[in-house]
């Protein structure tokens, strides 16, 4: 008590989200506001553990104020029966008691107006407009989930159906960042109002006590010290409390404009691009141009951290393509897969290609990953974010592949006062690991050639290739073919591996399935440009 002065902070700690973040809502987003949920049901426990105590505390002071009455007039008889001095002892004594009691039943009606009534009006008003808010956010998901599935499973060719989603996910998304926001901003708007209620609750509460207690108590003055610095420490809280609300509000308006004109040009993006609205086109670029000239918009160019929701294919063998939707983002070479009843899946990029061809997947907006364990078909929401996605995701491959090339020859290289021979060539890869690969099956000639003992290889796609053919394939690009010497690179234990699972007669199987006997007649008179055309 003897810290407490003006400067009291009474604000209560971060909730550690942002209003960005409830625009987004990411799976990081939904599974914090979960904490905070879970929280705002403790607190909603607590607070009415307390109601119930004070409720029980009137009921066992009501007890207390008959046993004393009873005692009262037990010691009246008693007053009646004795003589001076102890009737005057007992008179005195009974009416300071009497008196007592009378001021503990002022008390309990007072306590009872300034905290039990008070509390259980906060617990069913301010309690029951978070819950409402809650209510109005879970089912706006359920309708925006609802909505993007609608949309996703529109054929690519239903203009007249991709149009009527698109503009029914735009409002589902629009309906639902708005009550996220709102949402948030009732949550920090009530745990910081819970706090400031329950410090003025007890600062009347203390002046109940005062008036309870100053008979005979000297702590009266200490104490009605403590409720005036209180109260002034109060008065400020409030007014940093209301700043902080109308600073919150003026956040959330922002953020909450610039979102929806952001959603509202990608919408219009969608419309103007991907689908034949026929006279509507010239209206809708016209406004496409008054949405781009804000400052605030992005640029059309993929920024260096895009993130968003994506579907991803996953092709089963019995019942086809099962569609899943993640929160994607490119981190470290990675691409991260989140979803909040999937968890995390994390995709290494230096051995995966991209592609835009959707392999007869009847979507919109489809593109194509291989990857060394399985094939993935990813969905975007309109063609311009599938190749902002697909020209993101090319530039991370070829900077994975130059940060390894860089990290290679800083481990190679020798130190400058070290004389470097020219006539031989030290081997990165041992024999052992070398002639293992060649025993592997198709190994021992080219892929593309009849060449024995090739000593290059194609790390993403897994076959052994001669030095001419490593030429022609470095000339595909890396995004096709990521090129390696096995005497002259440094390879990682994932690459080794890439190369042991896969081999030149498992690649060729699936890569010329339907050659037959002409493949074989064909090897034969591969050169350098037929290989290139090949």
Request: proline share 3%.
């Amino acid at each position: 008590s003897s810290g407490i002065n003006a400067e009291w902070p009474l604000r209560p700690g971060d909730m550690g989200l942002s209003f960005e973040e409830s625009l987004e809502n990411s799976p990081q987003f939904r599974h914090a506001l979960g904490n905070i949920e879970r929280e705002l049901v403790q607190t909603e426990g607590q607070l009415d553990n307390l109601l119930n105590l004070f409720l029980q505390r009137e009921e066992q002071f009501k007890a207390l104020q008959q046993t004393n009455e009873l005692i009262n007039k037990q010691l009246e008889q008693f007053m009646v029966q004795s003589e001076e001095p102890l009737r005057t002892s007992l008179k005195t004594y009974t009416n300071a008691m009497q008196h007592w009691h009378e001021s503990g039943d002022r008390h309990l009606e007072q306590v009872h107006m300034v905290l039990v009534e008070p509390l259980a009006d906060f617990m069913q008003t301010d309690f029951k407009k978070v819950e409402i808010r809650k209510q109005q956010y879970h089912l706006a998901l359920i309708e925006q989930q609802k909505s993007c599935e609608e949309y996703a499973s529109c054929k690519a060719e239903d203009l007249s159906r991709l149009h009527a989603t698109s503009n029914n996910l735009f409002n589902a998304n629009y309906n639902l960042t708005r009550l996220a926001a709102r949402y948030l901003l009732n949550l920090k708007t009530f745990f910081k109002k819970k706090d400031i209620f329950l410090t003025s609750q007890l600062s009347e509460l203390i002046t109940t006590y005062l008036t309870h207690h100053q008979l005979g108590s000297n702590i009266a003055i200490e104490v009605e010290s403590h409720r005036d610095k209180l109260t002034t420490a109060l008065v400020g809280a409030k007014a940093r409390v209301d700043q902080e609300a109308s600073e919150l509000r003026e956040e959330l308006r922002k953020k909450v404009a610039r979102h929806e004109r952001i959603q509202t040009m990608k919408l219009l993006n969608l419309q103007l691009y991907d689908l034949n609205l026929g006279d509507e086109a010239t209206k809708t670029a016209a406004k496409l141009k008054e949405f781009t000239n804000v400052e605030e918009i992005a640029p059309s160019a993929p920024p260096p951290q895009m993130k968003g929701y994506l579907w991803v294919g996953e092709k089963s063998p019995l019942l086809g393509y099962s569609w899943i939707r993640y929160w994607c983002f490119i981190k470290d070479s990675l691409l991260f897969l989140q979803s909040v009843e999937k968890g995390e899946h994390k995709v290494k990029l230096s051995l995966c290609q991209v592609k835009s061809d959707s392999l007869n997947v009847n979507r919109a907006f489809c593109f194509t990953m291989y990857t060394p364990s399985k094939l993935l078909i990813l969905q975007a929401e309109s063609s311009q974010e599938k190749e902002a996605w697909m020209m993101l995701i090319h530039k991370s491959i070829a900077n994975a592949i130059s940060q390894h090339t860089e990290n290679q020859f800083r481990t190679t290289r020798h130190n400058d006062n070290k004389t470097v021979s020219n006539t031989k060539t030290e081997l990165m890869l041992p024999l052992s690991v070398l002639k293992d690969l060649h025993e592997i099956p198709g190994n021992m000639t080219c892929a593309d050639c009849v060449k024995r003992k090739p000593t290059w290889a194609s790390l993403n796609l897994g076959v052994l290739i001669c030095i001419e053919c490593s030429g022609v394939h470095r000339g595909l690009g890396v995004h096709f073919s990521q090129v390696r010497s096995l005497t002259l690179d440094a390879l990682s234990d994932e690459q080794l591996n890439m190369l042991r699972d896969v081999g030149n007669e498992t690649a060729n199987k699936v890569y010329e399935s339907e050659l037959g006997e002409k493949r074989k007649k064909y090897r034969l008179r591969l050169c350098v440009d037929t290989t290139a055309s090949w």
